[in-house]
């Protein structure tokens, strides 16, 4: 498939049916496997042979849609998650561990936000936060001697700032460590980071990818770019032997293109079980069967949404970065040419009291803790997503109390914009 454009591998990426078979991926609904003898599942336990013996840690299902994110991304191998956050977790526990370091863009999803802020420095692991405008010299300030990974998104939510990739891929390889980027907003079908110099892709499918608010999960895919044996000391865990797994060293055994997925699933998935159903994996990819037809609608229909709220007298501010004139209107140019996302924020003159009476008016746009959907959603993310921040974090992370995130789905643009105006009106 690695010859098909982007459109051909939505449809029919990561599996290839055989005479007789299903043209659909088959669910395979199992706990386990069977086998012949126990000679043969020890093969399998020593990673001495492919296959599947326990769904936590592999399935079928899992695997084929895993290879069309992959396929799609441009990636060597990639593997299911129970959700985005476990797999930015995944994505970054893989390889910083209790006394390591990680850089991280400051514009990222509140939830991403306190799980580094919080939850993984009590593991040992701290994280500096820079601005994604920073320059470069103020970048590479912010590495240390053990910093393992640098991370970010390629369209913030809900900041909607965009990631300078290759300004962040040159620092994180100047200091020998890898590009982490979550690309849920844009998706592959926008922008494929590996082409600017990422080498670590993220995703909540949960959005855009299942796009039908049906199946919570998440997806890690490796570009196979990075060289682990040529940074050995920064990352033991992929570079010298594994005692949990017979004294395996994933980099010597699984190459540059395998070594991080096979270890993130036979360490990580093996001792978390942050697995994605079969069934969630099912609905999943019937979402990616028409990604390429929705994405440019979003677009479509959000730049039509921010051009008019641009316009209104009681909008203070609209960030969209498809706007022209938008801050990051020249980035998205230049990483995302066809579309950025369908998401717009925007700001009242009225502050968060008039946020809060624009959302209870709202009819078609549902209140909702989702995003990226083919229903058009809203919500107001300092009461709710990003709520555990403090005033200094929310404007760190680009946010301030009286904005509003309006995920535009795959509606008429003409009814959204009614159903703004009417809400608009009771301001």
Known sequence: MSDYRINTKCVQGGYTPGNGEPRQIPIIQSTTFKYATSEDMGKLFDLEASGYFYTRLQNPTNDMVAAKICDMEGGTAAMLTSSGQAANFYAIFNIANCGDHVVSSSTIYGGTYNLFHVTMRKMGIDFTFVSPDCTEEELNAAFRPNTKAVFGETIANPALT??????????????????????????????????????????????????????????????????????????????TPDDSYHGITYAEKFGQGGAFITKCTAQLMRDFGSIQSPQNAFLLNLGLESLHVRMPR????????????????????????????????????????????????????????????????????????HVADARTCTLHPASATHRQMNDEELAAAGITPDLVRFSCGIEDAADLIADIDQALAQV
């Not at 300078?164 to 891929?169: G, H, P, T, V």
């Not at 979550?182 to 959005?207: L, M, Q, Y």
């Not at 203070?316 to 579309?339: I, R, W």
Request: net charge negative; glycine share 10%; with cysteine.
């Open 298 to 369: 979003h677009c479509e229909n959000a730049l039509a949404v921010a051009q008019y709220l641009k316009a209104h007298p009681k909008i203070s501010f609209v960030t969209y970065p498809g706007l022209e004139g938008d801050k990051y209107y020249d980035l998205a140019q230049k990483y995302m040419p066809n579309g950025t996302c369908g998401v717009v924020s925007f700001g009242f003159q009225g502050g968060r009291a008039a946020a809060e009476t624009f959302m209870k008016h709202l009819k078609l746009a549902a209140i909702e803790t």
């Open 162 to 239: 965009v990631l300078d990739i290759e300004k962040f891929a040159r620092a994180a390889h100047a200091h020998g460590v890898p590009l982490v980027v979550d690309n849920t907003f844009a998706t592959p079908v926008n922008c494929r980071p590996f082409e600017w110099g990422c080498d670590i892709v993220t995703h909540s499918t949960t959005k855009y990818m299942d796009g039908h608010g049906a199946g919570v999960g998440g997806c890690i895919v490796d570009s196979g770019a990075f060289d682990w044996l040529a940074h050995a000391d920064k990352f033991p865990g992929l570079c």
